[in-house]
């Protein structure tokens, strides 16, 4: 009732005839003011990104548990994978969070165009960055180490027959060993691929922001949804800068 | 207009570009240095240098990217506590699968 009051007090032509009173179009009315609104908005969108941690979390463990079960098989199947490819894609994601967090600094300070530029740049980058991972998908799928009925044991029986085994020094691998190579890439498709659906959700959303943010819909004062929009996207990035070194970086020295 | 201004301000921290600019360097100078990190051999400390820098980076990209550093306490609150949980949870479960073995050879 003391909402409908307020609106009927304020001059339609000027949205801060009544002080504090005053209430614009984007207030939602069971909220007292923008700043309940908005405190409101930001702590549902962190209990959501720590349901989202616990799901990553749950991988990383699985990880972490097998990787100290079948500790040869995960070094043998971390050899595969190809620093230059994952170092390229982790500038690349960590330049997409920064053009994003430019994004949310464009419209805390009413940058139409710059917004624009920089949602556009974070597209892009988003894009290129599931581009570089597609190349690093189509080199698992031409060597058969895609986890099912086509997955090839060579590399890791006959590494002198293969490039990256061959060129990280790997000893063969006993039989049963080479078979838990599989478990590797089966946690690597999932984690990656996981990591990626968030991506392109994310580039979904991005397109949509593009279109809403050309119409002045964030320049206005209420930047909510671009500001857990960012949160979302910068928490991907974390996701990524843990993935990097535990499936890249930590086997290349195994003893 | 400096009325709304202050009102805005008390609202909300805006974090200068010089800010991201700072961290995004940071996170790709990290970047670069455990990649390098990688190729020494460190022994055992690989991984645990791997997994510093990356707990770094992470940090950074939630205080500043992410704003937690100027959020209300609340938000420093939720973001503690999902934490704390998480390191818990995968805390007691890695101690209860990495010692299941000892005593036994």
Redesign the interface.
Same mark, same amino acid.
């Given at each position: 009732m003391s909402d409908s009051t307020a609106i009927a007090h304020a001059a339609p032509d000027d949205p &801060?005839a009544g002080g504090h009173e005053a209430h614009p179009a984007y207030l939602r009315h069971h909220f007292e003011n923008? @700043?309940q609104q908005?405190?409101a908005a930001?702590?549902a969108m962190?209990?959501f990104?720590?349901t989202e941690? #616990?799901f990553f979390?749950g991988l990383?463990?699985a990880y972490? !548990?097998y990787r100290?079960w079948y500790y040869p098989a995960f070094v043998a199947g971390s050899h595969q994978l190809n620093?230059f490819w994952g170092?390229l894609n982790?500038?690349v994601l960590?330049?997409s969070?920064?053009t #994003?967090? #430019?994004g949310v600094?464009c419209a @805390?300070?009413r940058k139409k165009s710059g917004l624009v530029l920089c949602l556009v740049l974070t597209f892009i980058l988003g894009l290129g960055f599931l581009g570089i991972k597609t190349v690093e998908y189509k080199e698992k799928i031409e060597k058969h180490h895609v986890p099912g009925f086509h997955y090839s044991l060579n590399s890791f029986l006959n590494p002198d027959s293969d490039a990256e085994a061959k060129a990280a020094g790997d000893k063969p691998l006993a039989p049963d060993m080479a078979e838990h190579t599989e478990v590797y890439f089966s946690l690597y498709f999932a984690m990656t691929g996981m990591h990626a659906l968030h991506m392109i959700i994310g580039i979904a959303i991005l397109g949509y922001m593009i279109f809403r943010a050309r119409a002045g819909a964030y320049t206005s004062?209420h930047v909510t949804f671009v @500001?857990n929009f960012?949160?979302y996207w910068?928490?991907v990035?974390?996701i990524w !800068?843990?993935l990097?070194?535990?499936l890249?970086?930590?086997s290349? &020295?195994p003893? | 207009m400096t009325?709304?201004k202050e009102m805005?301000e008390s609202?909300?921290h805006?974090?200068?570009?010089v800010v991201?600019?700072i961290?995004?360097g940071a996170? *790709?100078v990290l970047?670069g240095v455990?990649?390098g990190a990688?190729?020494?051999?460190?022994?055992i400390f690989?991984?645990i240098v791997?997994?510093a820098?990356?707990c770094i980076?992470?940090v950074l990209?939630?205080l500043?990217?992410?704003?937690v550093k100027y959020?209300?306490k609340?938000?420093k609150l939720?973001?503690f506590c999902?934490?704390f949980?998480?390191f818990a *949870?995968?805390g007691m479960?890695?101690s209860d699968?990495?010692t299941r073995a000892w005593g036994r050879w």
């Open positions: &801060h923008v @700043e908005a405190d930001g702590f962190w209990l990104l720590l941690v #616990m979390g990383f463990t972490l !548990i100290n620093i170092t982790t500038a960590i330049t969070s920064f #994003m967090a #430019m600094w @805390e300070t004062g @500001e960012g949160l910068h928490f990035d974390i !800068i843990f990097f070194p535990l890249y970086l930590i290349r &020295h003893n | 009325d709304q805005e609202q909300h805006i974090v200068s570009p991201y600019i961290i995004g996170l *790709l970047t455990t990649v990688s190729y020494l051999e460190l022994k690989n991984p791997a997994i820098i990356a980076k992470a990209v939630v500043f990217f992410m704003h959020s209300s609340l938000t939720t973001v999902g934490l949980t998480f *949870l995968i479960t890695l699968y990495f």
